[in-house]
């Protein structure tokens, strides 16, 4: 038993030294509560690593090995995407699974990955004939009691105290990095988990901005209205990065209804924040803990959706994304956020790619295929993903670099925008075209670019476009980008 005491002491210890990187303990100096909190969270994984062996070191080791683990990830998020793990990013685990590249993930199939595997695997036999195991002779009966104390704490985190323990401590919304510093990692994730699981949904100030936004009307508006979520543009000239001239939306931004920055909560990485936002026209601020993956609760807030206003005006709506389907469960999502129709990758051929993902061009004339097909009012809303990480040789044929890649998409970007607005443009009627940005790129590319939790977008209607309408930059948050196709869609 004094083994079994000291080794979770030690593990208690350790773990909390080495959850942030580098190692620090001043997840120590956090409210007391807090420190209930992330011990209840250490129990259940010492307890849950003692079920298996009943060797009580070994279940310090790998409790610790865990805590080191997403401290050193943590600490490589931060790096390239610039915010820390987060309690939602277990639910991308089964999407690494499946879409290794797009998380790096076929990087565990190397070499090293495997090697460091089987020296973990030779490590756990070693470590057994060297630790006896403390279960006693006979001790049979003692076998469920590990994983009745992990029952028992995983139950404790996920009552109702709990949860309003922690929102005592963090609030109605998140502040990540000063959270984490203040609780340390494990703390602040368990903290935001507990909090995002009883959080009222849609939230007061929520439900005050589905009140207010635009109302559609049959018989008004363009009878075309195109919106698309382009994968990590950002015009880079425009910030003083070496990066290509974007012709056609430096052009357009001329006659624009609006142009500039929008601003995303996300930066590298998490579309369906921006997505969420766009598509429910809801301050991001105002979901509470649901900023970090709004599509695990999305259903909540359907009645906010674009789709569904514009589907409820007379409008047809088609969903267009070149990708699996299943991505972010859109294939269930879609249908109930008001879109009728869904055209995913099967809609594409192999010759449509532009490096490893169906490239923006074919996009454009998918687009411009729904357009021509149309029978009456219709809004398309794409999500493009050529301009997707990760960048590095082997991607494009004859660059190797990944700055120099990026711009290569993002002049295919620029091309799809030049081909939709001249085609609206020959079109009797017009139509109603915004492009935003969901994100920057990683920073595994233009590190130093300036604010990077910021891309581009601009909206513009063929109808009444006139050079110098547009007049200086208006930067916006994201849901104010699709507030604002909301108003002009309702225009006569």
Known sequence: MTALLVAFALSFLVSL????????LGGLRAPRRALAIRLALHLALFAGAFALSWRPFHAAFVTVAIAFLFGAGSAMKARILGEPVVFSDFALVKLAIRHPRLY???????????????????????????EPSILPPGGWALLPAPVLVCAAAVLALRSKTAS?????????????????????????????????????????????????????????????VIAIQCESFVDVAARGEAGPELAAYRALSREALAWGRCRVPAEGAYT??????????????SVGFDVFDPYLVAEDYAEASIGRRMKAAGRRTVFLHPYDRRFFARDE??????????????????????????????????????????????????????????????????????????????QNS???????????????????????GDHAPARTIHPGMPDRRAADYIVWDARGAEAGAAGARRDLDVDEVGRMVLEHASLR
Request: hydrophobic fraction near 45%; charge should be negative; aromatic fraction near 10%.
């Open 164 to 224: 309003d323990v922690a929102r005592g401590l963090v609030g109605a919304r998140p502040d990540l990095d000063a959270d984490v510093a203040r609780f340390g990692l494990g703390a602040a994730m368990t903290l935001h988990w507990l909090v995002w699981r009883r959080q009222e949904r849609p939230s007061p100030e929520a439900r005050a901005a589905i009140a207010s936004a635009p109302v559609l009307r049959a018989g008004q508006g363009p009878d075309v």
């Open 17 to 24: 030294t080495l959850e942030s990187q580098p190692p620090s």
């Open 104 to 130: 790096y993930a076929e990087k565990l199939a190397e070499p090293r990955a495997l090697a460091v595997f089987a020296g973990v695997a030779l490590a756990t036999v070693v470590w057994f004939a060297l």
């Open 272 to 285: 369906m924040r921006a997505e969420f936002g766009f598509l429910t026209a809801i301050p991001l601020g």
């Open 414 to 436: 620029d091309r799809m925008i030049g081909r939709l607005a001249e085609a609206l443009k020959r079109r009797p009627g017009g139509g109603l075209l915004c492009v935003y």
């Open 333 to 410: 999502l879609m249908p109930k956020l008001g879109f009728d129709r869904f055209v995913d990758q099967s809609a594409f051929s192999e010759s449509d790619r532009f490096g490893p993902y169906v490239g923006d061009a074919a996009v454009a004339e998918a687009i411009l295929g729904e357009v021509e097909a149309a029978e009456g009012p219709l809004f398309i809303f794409a999500v493009t993903i050529e301009n997707h990480g990760p960048w590095g040789p082997g991607r494009l044929p004859g660059v190797n670099d990944g700055a120099a890649q990026y711009a290569r998409h993002l």
